[in-house]
């Protein structure tokens, strides 16, 4: 989700890296590359509970009425609902997640690669520049030497 925060911020024109929710969204719904079942309601709940809530923790999130948790399942749907202990909770089946995220990032890959558009490239130019100003370079170098295999010296 992280990743998604700042893939997000870098394909929107006027992204704010502290806007976690909207860089997530831009993010998912790039493109319709995400599957439709990533509704509005559900990137709020992975922004609420799993962004800022579960994955900074080892337990179950829990409002007053709800109890959002994790898990690894065959199934199909992102968020299921299961039983533990009698209580009722809304788990996140993180090999989907995992499965969306790794097509979107495939899809991302093809469209930078191929696109005639300038403006995504622009848009994530300027996102690294806001970011990384004072280490960003986008002037080319060269170099005599390129790689140096493990433990061997360079020569000097």
């Known amino acids: 989700l992280s990743t998604l925060d700042f893939l997000g911020y870098l394909l929107n024109s006027k992204g704010n890296p502290d806007d976690t929710e909207g860089n997530i969204s831009t993010a998912i719904q790039h493109n319709?590359?995400?599957?439709?079942?990533?509704?509005?309601?559900?990137?709020?709940?992975?922004?609420?509970?799993?962004?800022?809530?579960?994955?900074?923790?080892?337990?179950?999130?829990?409002?007053?009425?709800?109890?959002?948790?994790?898990?690894?399942?065959?199934?199909?749907?992102?968020?299921?609902?299961?039983?533990?202990?009698?209580?009722?909770?809304?788990?996140?089946?993180?090999?989907?997640?995992?499965?969306?995220?790794?097509?979107?990032?495939?899809k991302i890959y093809q469209e930078i690669l191929s696109t005639s558009d300038t403006v995504i490239l622009e848009n994530i130019l300027k996102g690294f520049k806001v970011i990384y100003s004072e280490t960003l370079t986008t002037s080319p170098t060269t170099t005599t030497q390129t790689t140096i295999p493990y433990g061997v010296n360079a020569k000097k």
Not at 46 to 70: A, D, E, W
């Open 32 to 106: 319709n590359y995400f599957p439709p079942s990533y509704t509005p309601d559900v990137i709020k709940n992975l922004v609420i509970f799993y962004r800022h809530g579960i994955m900074h923790s080892f337990y179950p999130r829990q409002t007053t009425t709800k109890i959002y948790g994790i898990h690894k399942s065959d199934n199909k749907l992102l968020l299921e609902s299961l039983v533990s202990e009698g209580h009722s909770i809304i788990s996140l089946n993180v090999n989907v997640l995992s499965a969306d995220f790794k097509l979107f990032i495939d």
